[in-house]
């Protein structure tokens, strides 16, 4: 089976871990009860969604609750979609449409293994926060 063919399906996402280029230091990318899923269809599309843990709800609904309520909720979420190619031991997703307006039109790399039911996402090195770091993403098998 190719790898193109073990991605394919629905992953939920298990844990997130940001470490840090310079000492290596590792911790929660969205905190405890982070929740995510990541498809990757046959004909190659795919989709993302994670939102961090402890997520409080908005006072209304998403236009009349307040300023730093929606804010909040932005920041502590993230969605994607668009086309994804293989590239050895990388997948690059071709961003079409995002909550996070910068990655339309862009290409995000992530570098990928397979343990058992899992598939292990790993950006290129990249500024988070002001540090240089990468952000590893584990995924189980949903469907």
Same mark, same amino acid.
């Given at each position: 089976?190719s ?11 298990v ?6 280029? /310079?000492?290596g %230091?590792r ?11 990541i498809?990757? #269809?046959?004909?190659? =599309?795919m ?8 997520r409080?709800?908005?006072?209304g ?5 307040p300023?730093w309520?929606?804010?909040?909720a932005?920041?502590?979420?993230i ?6 190619s293989i /590239?050895?031991? %990388?997948?690059?997703h ?5 909550t996070y307006?910068n990655?339309?039109? #862009?290409q995000?790399t =992530?570098?990928f293994?397979?343990?058992?039911d899992?598939v292990f996402?790993?950006?290129l ?6 540090i ?7 995924w189980?098998r949903?469907?």
């Amino acid at each position: 089976m190719s790898d193109r063919e073990k991605l394919v399906g629905v992953w939920e996402l298990v844990d997130a871990t940001t470490i840090t280029a /310079e000492d290596g %230091r590792r911790e929660s990318s969205y905190g405890d009860g982070a929740t995510g899923f990541i498809h990757y #269809t046959a004909t190659g =599309r795919m989709m993302a969604l994670i939102t961090h843990g402890a997520r409080e709800r908005l006072e209304g609904d998403r236009q009349s609750s307040p300023d730093w309520q929606k804010a909040r909720a932005y920041t502590t979420s993230i969605a994607y979609a668009g086309r994804y190619s293989i /590239e050895g031991d %990388r997948v690059v997703h071709h961003v079409d449409t995002s909550t996070y307006p910068n990655w339309v039109g #862009t290409q995000l790399t =992530r570098q990928f293994r397979f343990e058992d039911d899992r598939v292990f996402l790993r950006t290129l090195p990249q500024m988070q926060n002001g540090i240089m770091a990468v952000l590893e993403l584990e995924w189980r098998r949903h469907d």
